[in-house]
Structures are given as C-alpha cells and as structure tokens.
C-alpha cells in the first residue's frame, strides 16, 4: 500500500489523519512514513540477495536523524557527502565500517574526521584527492580503502542539473586517469585501492543507462587486470528514478496517469548478472528511492488570489522549505487533505518568498480550495528537508515519523531566536 492514501476522503499517513496532524503541530511540515522507508531498503535487499554486496544510504536524500536510524535498524551502511553526514550517520548508529565517503570536494579536516572515526572507505575523484587522502592516512598510521569514481561520459537523462556522468560534469576520472592512479598505488601504501565506481545521475527512469554503465565498467575491469591491477569491488551508485507523476489516484482528482519507472528487482535482473562475471562484489548508494515516497510536505493555504491571468493559491510553505519545484522544475503531486466534490480550477500554488519562481506547482488542476484548507506535496521524502533554507528569515518546518499509528515530531520547528 501507499505510505499515503485516502481514507473516507481524508489522507491518512499510514494510519495518521493528516488534517489532525496538521492543526496539532502547525504548517508546514515534513511527515515521513517509517513502514515505507523500512520497505523500500527491503525491496534492495531481497533483489541483492544471494549476491555479496554492500548496500548504502545516501545520507545526503534525508539526513532526519530518526530516518537515518530506521534505515541503519534495516542493516543498510551509509554513503556520506561530508564531514556533518559522517558524523549524522555515525550518530543515528551506522557501523563506521558500514560508512563510505564520497564527494568530488573532500576537505582535509574531513577527511582526518573520518579516518579518526574509523570511515576507511572512500570514493576518490582526482589525482590531488588522492594525494590529499594518501599524505593524512600516512600521518594518522592507518589505510584507507579506495573506489576510483569513473567518469564514462553516459547520458542518463534528466534535469541537467542532476546529471553527474557526462565528460563536462565535474565528477569522476577518465579511466586512463584511474588506471595511472591505480597502477601509481601499488607504491602507496597508506591506500589500499578496492575498485571502480560510477554515479550517472539521479531520477534516472529507464534501466540502459544502468546496463550501459555496467558493461562498461566490466570492459574497464578487465583492463585493469591485464594491467596486473586487481578489482574487487564495483559501486554501481545511486539514481533508480521514483515515480512522481501520478502518484495517488482518487476518482475526484484530475492527476494525470501514473508515469511508471522500473523496478530495483528489474534493474538489478539486468546489471547484477554482469557484474557477477567480473567476479567483484556489488555495491549500491540509492538515496531517493529509499526515501522519496515515504514523504510529503503539509502546508495550509493562506489565501486565494484571482487576478485577470491566473488563479493563485498562496500557502504557507515555500521554495525555502521544498526547492525542487523552483530549481529542477520539478512535478510533485499536490492533493487536499479532505478531499470533497468539488469544482476542479487551474491555479497555482505558490509560497510566501519574494521571488516569482516560488512555487510548487504551475498551471494545476486541482479541487477548489479555499483559505485555510490543507493540502499535502507527496513524494517530498528526497531531497525536501535537506535543501530548505532560511531564505527570508522563514523557519525551517517541523518533521514528524508516523510509524503505524504513532507520529513523533523529529524535529522541532526552527525558533525565532535560532535566527540570531
Ligand atoms: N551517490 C552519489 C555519489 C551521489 O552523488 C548521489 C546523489 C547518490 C549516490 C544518490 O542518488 P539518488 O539515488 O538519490 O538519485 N537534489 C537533486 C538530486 C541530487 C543528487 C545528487 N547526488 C534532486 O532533488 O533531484
């Protein structure tokens, strides 16, 4: 079932009426489901099972402490983007030896922070990284393990913004580059190089992409091992697209059509088979599909405004607390939290910031709502909470983990004097 579904015309968090929710803890909100977070983390493991791998968290898609702790209870280990994400995943209960650092900009107290922490693992994108991780691994006395990030120049598809493994991206090496780099470590003794990596993108919504990077990958390895380079582990990152468009359906909404994306079982049918062959152990960095339908922004329209152009519904929350609409552009599914027959309009939904393109949605059909009425943007679980701001002095909303019938507030609202 949905994390997030109608019942009696009333949207219900699992087993959480949301309208309820809404007026107890105040708008805007983040509401996360806990029972979908825990089934997606297993959807990945019983499509790796019987394969070695090593399964990773990208921290950076929800950093909620609380979320992090559900999905290490699920035995999954952390992919962390910074020294704050280390110490986060650390904090939530994450093995240090479960715990992988990527980034194209590690700085050096970062990286001491890891090392000290046990973090041994990184994924390592330039030369001078290299040389960075190798100088302090020697001066602490202990070894890193080392994934080289390959650049493969793959079209993923997707907002550009997102795209991570084209040639003029900033991310990863040519291979050339990581072969020299290799074959240069085998005199490094403070790194211990492990294998190859790629992250082609996110949001990536077709499974060639995948079966593209793992071919080539596995062509890469071979060369490699001709060079007397041995590869064991191969890090196939994140990206597995969610579905966005048409999330929920209810005879009273006008949403348009599920937009379907393959499954992880269907993905992994295609891509584990031919890093088998290479005899190396599979890992994976998933981020969004973990986290992104278990969650949805609750804001409260504050008023309605007609003008000779368009209809607005302006609401309580913002660009600040959910970017993805105004950065990427992106669809996010919007729907009343008490759903009546009503007449459908086209509006807009926009936030309080002093910029036009704050918005969440353009041109919508959507029920008339009225000042006051609650509406929830779904699939907000990914990269919602982790890109709000303080743009015009707004406080950052709350966060609640509904699990069953139970919704705890996970974080507080931010306060005025937080603002100081
Ligand atoms: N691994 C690496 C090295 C990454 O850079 C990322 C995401 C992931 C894993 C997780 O990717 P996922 O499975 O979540 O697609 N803010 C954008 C998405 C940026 C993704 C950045 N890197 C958005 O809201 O769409």
Redesign the pocket.
């Known amino acids: 079932m949905r994390p997030f579904h109608f019942l009696h015309d009333e949207l219900y968090c699992e087993d959480v009426a949301l309208a309820e929710l809404a007026e107890r803890v105040g708008t805007p909100l983040y509401v996360y489901s806990a029972r979908s977070i825990r089934d997606r983390c297993r959807a990945f493991k019983s499509a790796l099972e019987g394969y070695d791998h090593h399964l990773t968290y ?1 921290v ?2 929800n950093a909620n402490l609380e979320v992090l702790r559900v999905i290490a209870a699920e035995q999954l280990g952390a ?1 962390v ?1 910074s020294k704050g994400e280390a110490f986060l995943a650390l904090s939530a209960g994450f093995a240090p030896e479960s715990i992988s650092f ?2 194209v900009g590690k700085r050096a107290d970062e990286i001491l922070f890891a090392l000290k922490n046990n973090i041994r693992r990184f ?1 390592v994108e330039s030369e001078q990284e290299w040389d960075a991780l190798s100088e302090i691994a020697r001066q602490l006395g202990v070894r890193a393990r080392v994934l080289l ?1 390959l650049n493969l120049d793959i079209d993923a598809g997707g ?1 550009d ?2 795209s ?1 493994g084209k040639k003029h991206d900033k ?1 990863g090496l040519a291979p050339d580059r990581a072969l020299a780099l290799a074959v240069r470590g085998e005199h490094s003794p403070p790194i211990d190089f492990r294998g190859l990596h790629v ?1 082609i ?4 919504t077709s499974v060639e992409p995948f079966v593209e990077a793992a071919e080539k990958l596995s062509e890469i390895v071979e060369h490699f091992r001709r060079r007397s380079i041995p590869v064991h582990d191969l890090d196939i ?4 697209g969610v579905v966005y468009e048409g999330f929920l359906q209810h005879p009273l909404l006008d949403e348009p059509k599920t937009k379907s994306v393959p499954e992880i079982a269907t993905i992994l049918e295609r891509i584990l088979p031919i890093v088998r062959a290479t005899g190396c152990k599979i890992a994976l ?5 973990i986290v992104a339908e278990a969650g949805a922004l609750v804001s409260k329209v504050l008023y309605r405004k007609e003008t000779d152009a368009k209809t607005f519904l302006i609401v309580d929350g913002g660009m600040n607390d959910l970017l ?1 609409p105004s ?2 552009r ?1 669809y996010h599914q919007i729907v009343p939290l008490k759903i009546a027959r009503r007449a459908l309009e086209t509006v807009d939904v926009v936030g309080p910031c002093c910029e036009s393109g704050d918005f969440f949605a353009l041109d919508r059909r959507l029920p008339r709502l009225d000042r006051g009425d609650a509406l929830a943007v779904l699939c907000a679980g ?2 919602g909470f982790v ?1 709000s701001s303080n743009y015009n002095a707004q406080l950052r909303p709350a966060e609640v983990l509904v699990d069953g019938a139970k919704a705890a507030c996970v974080r507080e609202r931010d306060r005025l004097e937080e603002l100081l």
């Open positions: 990208a950076k898609a992919d983007a990527s980034g994924y990030r907002h913004y997102i991570t991310f992250h993108g996110s949001q990536i990152g994140g990206g597995f960095q998933p981020g969004r599909a993805r950065l990427y992106a990914a990269y890109l």
